[in-house]
């Protein structure tokens, strides 16, 4: 089956809470050799960067994003080509045969008056605050960074499965976890392609995943890893290939 499509922001930013939260429980110690999974230096670092989801480390992304959704207002301005339903994003229509000064100053009074009635939904003064702009869109995605969401959703499963395995050796030993894990999935029948291959029997008839297969899932930790260090400073995904 083809890999599933996580193109949709709000996808996006579901793989960085829950980067976010596994960086939280991650141990602190790891039997891998050079491998740091200690992340509460950086969390500290961050911590006034993040004070606004609150605490992640037990809620589920559906409920935790009923109440913080308006953290992430689009934050660039862009053509659409169809309607955004996006409580923070005002949709308008341009006329092309009018100056850019007179449609700028008409742009400006309208976004003014938006963020003014939408500081009001929220029950905020908008004369109590400095700048109307306050709560819209605080938290961005890594600028210039093409985000492969399906396969940092396939990075973001084999680093969970790792660590809550202990971190043992990556062998077939632990593909085969790992394929049983996405097997045992009940949303998905979906794959990844590096354990699309199925095992196969060796001289002594056990079972063996190719040896580029077991490389592949290795560089998929060690990516996981660099997402989660760049996400307990604040950054997703971060800048660094396989994506």
């Known amino acids: ?13 579901r793989l960085w809470f829950e980067f976010y939260k596994l960086c939280h429980r991650a141990p602190v110690v790891s039997a891998g050799k050079g491998v740091n999974l200690d992340f509460r230096p950086n969390l500290k670092k961050s911590a006034e960067f993040y004070a606004p989801w609150g605490d992640v480390r037990t809620v589920k992304f559906d409920a935790w994003w009923k109440d913080h959704q ?16 996006h409580p923070d994003v005002m949709h308008l229509a341009v006329p092309l045969n009018q100056t850019v000064s007179k449609s700028l100053e008409q742009i400006e009074g309208l976004i003014k008056a938006k963020q003014t009635n939408r500081l009001k939904d929220r029950g905020i003064d908008p004369e109590a605050v400095k700048s109307k702009n306050i709560g819209f869109g605080q938290y961005e995605l890594t600028r210039g960074v093409e985000i492969r969401g399906a396969t940092l959703n396939d990075i973001l499963m084999t680093l969970v499965t790792w660590i809550d395995s202990n971190q043992p050796a990556v062998n077939t030993k632990f593909l085969l976890k790992l394929r049983e894990v996405f097997e045992e999935r009940p949303i998905s029948m979906y794959i990844p392609y590096v354990l699309a291959l199925k095992p196969q029997k060796d001289a002594n008839g056990d079972l063996q995943f190719d040896e580029m297969q077991i490389r592949s899932v290795r560089r998929y930790i060690k990516r996981g890893i660099e997402v989660c260090r760049s996400v307990s400073l604040g950054d997703f995904p971060g800048k660094s290939r396989l994506k």
């Open 70 to 85: 308006h953290l992430f207002g689009e934050t660039l301005v862009q053509e659409v080509s169809a309607v955004t339903p």
């Open 1 to 13: 089956m083809s890999a599933p499509i996580i193109k949709s922001r709000r996808q996006h930013l």
